[in-house]
């Protein structure tokens, strides 16, 4: 048996979306969200926390998964990142308060406060403009943190950048883009390959 | 665990390959010759009171080059040396907490070409054998079949760090977009897309023959496809796929590698191949080819898959009351000089309560010694007690263990 594993959250509609069309497997957004797994016809689909999509398949509990690539820039996982399934795209984004005097990166101060829930890739992208950083890793209400005087700047993600306007917040530059990947396990590609390659297959068609 | 660690390495020693202890601790500067710098900051580092900066090994073929080009340097190559032991290193996974770890491994020293690694492959697989895994997958492939490949497309030089960055990290999604960005599109681009799926019997090499236009690459299928006849002679079929997609360390590796997975886990569970640099590395420059195998993950696999021989099952539960403790030890003591596993009780204990504590051992038999002329000796797997002369029961038993 072929498991999946799908996330909860923003990328789940267009996640069933996607297996429905390849013809893997025909799923209502309430069923899968009623029982968290469904077996049907040799497949079996997990529901879980986007964050988690990547430990289930770097574990082999799940073959294959499909995980935001904002997931993927957190963990240095064991797992082949197999395709961009285009969907659920946002940006992760520097953003300062409204009322800052900072722009682009050349008007940031010797040492930047940041806060982020992507310290991973927050470092990597500061590191790579050469630009001393401190890290202040938060969990959530991000955009809480520059208006209190926390951090100069918040690095987050943003489909449509309402909620920074509401907080006040600008952009002023751009770290990466975020789009649905399909990721594998790699035994499973070994070990059950015609399965897993028919299957990433019927997807790759529909994309 | 440990059952699992002899019969490996009694599987080595038929093939014979000789037991080599090497040191946990090295100092990091002799570490770092043969590591690169990822797997080096990842090691567990302590100081010397001299102040230099020992290092606990994370894994122990640089250990034993290092024996290879030291203590046994007058040695005549090849040699055939496997070791066991703990590792350490801080494992960057996130799902991964775990930082000690059990391998046993062996490696072939001086000498190059398929025969060299058809051996060193047969031996990885009888090890699992050996293990008592009954289902599991060795892949072979080649890492110079890939480095051809990058060669072949004559990437831009800031364009080709990126790409085995990609490939390193498995991650496809960049490559298509870093190779989107070439000029040229060629065979030799969608083999390096297609990667995770060249996977399969020797037809794949024929497949990967038609596509490749470099020398490089070519000769790596020559070597695989000899390496897959050598393998058959070897009495290895089915167990044995080749994959020319395998990705793993291109800087360390030099030619076949092979991988292992047992059924339902994540992760390998051997890994091998040809390091033909390392040795250079400590001065006694020589092919070398080698594998190991995680013993705590093979240890999960045979627990899952409920092959897992618990702890070692005792014989003979010797147990003893009034004046029969001396007949008891040197009735323990012929069992054991026949090879058996054999516990004498601490305590007298009556028969009823002696029948008891057997089972609580997971002894197989119980020998009761009253102290009379003769003992009682209640066999494994059948109910009752029979009273026989203790040495009868000693060659009972004995015939039995045959």
């Known amino acids: 048996m072929i498991s999946v594993a799908i996330p909860t959250g923003t990328l789940l509609e267009g996640s069933l979306d996607l297996l429905r069309r390849a013809g893997v497997v025909d799923l209502g957004p309430e069923e899968i969200g009623r029982k968290l797994l469904v077996e049907r016809e040799g497949l079996r689909v997990v529901l879980v926390k986007p964050a988690d999509v990547p430990a289930y398949v770097d574990h082999g509990s799940a073959d294959l998964g499909i995980a935001g690539k904002d997931q993927l820039w957190e963990s240095a996982g064991g797992h082949y990142e197999l395709l961009d399934l285009g969907f659920g795209a946002c940006r992760l984004i520097v953003a300062v308060p409204d009322a800052s005097p900072l722009a682009d990166p050349r008007t940031w101060p010797p040492a930047l406060r940041v806060g982020t829930k992507y310290g991973q890739a927050t470092a990597r992208y500061m590191a790579g403009l050469g630009q001393r950083v401190e890290i202040v890793e938060l969990h959530g209400s991000v955009e809480l943190a520059p208006l209190v005087g926390l951090v100069d700047a918040i690095v987050d993600l943003t489909q449509t950048g309402r909620t920074l306007r509401e907080n006040r917040l600008r952009i002023v530059a751009e770290v990466a883009c975020s789009t649905a990947r399909l990721i594998a396990n790699q035994a499973s590609l070994k070990t059950r390959t015609g399965a897993v390659q028919a299957l990433v297959t019927r997807i790759r068609e529909v994309l | ?402």
């Open chain 2, 1 to 402: 665990m440990r059952d699992t660690q002899e019969a490996v390495l009694a599987e080595m020693r038929r093939w014979g390959y000789r037991y080599v202890v090497t040191p946990t601790l090295e100092r990091l500067e002799v570490l770092a010759l043969g590591l690169d710098a990822d797997v080096r900051r990842r090691l567990f580092k302590l100081m010397d009171a001299d102040g230099s900066v020992l290092a606990v090994v994370g894994e122990r073929t640089v250990s034993v080059a290092r024996l290879v080009a030291g203590a046994l340097r007058a040695a005549p190559l090849p040699l055939r040396l496997c070791y066991a032991g703990p590792v350490l290193t801080n494992d960057p996974g996130r799902f991964t907490r775990r930082r000690e770890a059990y391998q046993v491994g062996a490696e072939l020293v001086g000498a190059s070409g398929p025969v060299a690694d058809a051996e060193v492959i047969a031996l990885a697989v009888r090890c699992l054998d050996a293990a008592g895994l009954r289902r599991y997958q060795v892949d072979v492939g080649h890492s110079e079949f890939f480095l051809g490949l990058l060669d072949g497309l004559a990437l831009p030089a800031d364009v080709e760090p990126a790409v085995r960055a990609a490939l390193a990290q498995r991650d496809f999604v960049a490559l298509e977009a870093l190779l989107a960005g070439t000029p040229l599109r060629s065979a030799e681009h969608e083999l390096l897309l297609r990667f995770p799926a060249l996977r399969g019997d020797a037809s794949i090499l024929d497949a990967a023959g038609a596509l490749v236009r470099n020398r490089r690459s070519e000769r790596a299928l020559e070597e695989l496809a000899r390496v897959h006849e050598l393998l058959r002679a070897h009495g290895l079929g089915a167990a044995v796929s080749l994959d020319l997609g395998a990705i793993r360390d291109f800087d360390y590796y030099t030619g076949v590698i092979f991988e292992g997975y047992g059924p339902d886990v994540g992760r390998s569970l051997a890994q091998g191949g040809r390091y033909d640099g390392l040795l250079a590395d400590f001065g006694r420059p020589a092919p070398a080819t080698g594998f190991m195998i995680h013993l705590d993950l093979m240890g999960e696999v045979l627990r899952r898959s409920g092959v897992a021989r618990g702890l070692t099952r005792l014989d003979a539960a010797v147990a003893w009351s009034g004046a029969g403790l001396e007949e008891a030890l040197r009735l323990a003591s012929s069992l054991r000089m026949f090879g058996m596993r054999a516990v004498v009780d601490t305590q007298p204990r009556r028969l009823g309560a002696a029948l008891e504590w057997r089972t609580a051992l997971g002894a197989s038999h119980l020998v009761h010694a009253g102290g009379g002329r003769t003992v009682a000796w209640a066999p494994a797997g059948a109910a009752g007690v029979r009273r026989l002369p203790a040495a009868h029961v000693v060659a009972r038993l004995a015939e039995r263990g045959r």
